[in-house]
């Protein structure tokens, strides 16, 4: 199974939209965002390993 990895053209233009946002922050507030955004992955990371082991 031959599975495409890397970003579409229309994720790219949302990263650099963000990128362009993030670099208006200041470093307490970016800080915060990343483990927000770190945790969320850990909370999808739960869910897919469970959707998987349930077999959906």
């Known amino acids: 199974m031959d599975i495409p990895i890397g ?6 233009f949302s990263l650099r939209v963000y ?13 915060e965002l990343l483990l927000e955004v770190l945790r969320q992955s850990m909370v999808k990371e739960n869910l897919l390993r469970e959707l998987i082991k349930n077999g959906i």
């Not at 970003?7 to 790219?12: A, D, K, P, V, W």
């Not at 990128?19 to 800080?31: A, G």
Request: proline share 0%; aromatic share 0%.
């Open 7 to 12: 970003l579409s053209i229309e994720q790219e």
């Open 19 to 31: 990128k362009e946002q993030v670099d208006r922050l200041d470093l307490s507030t970016t800080q």
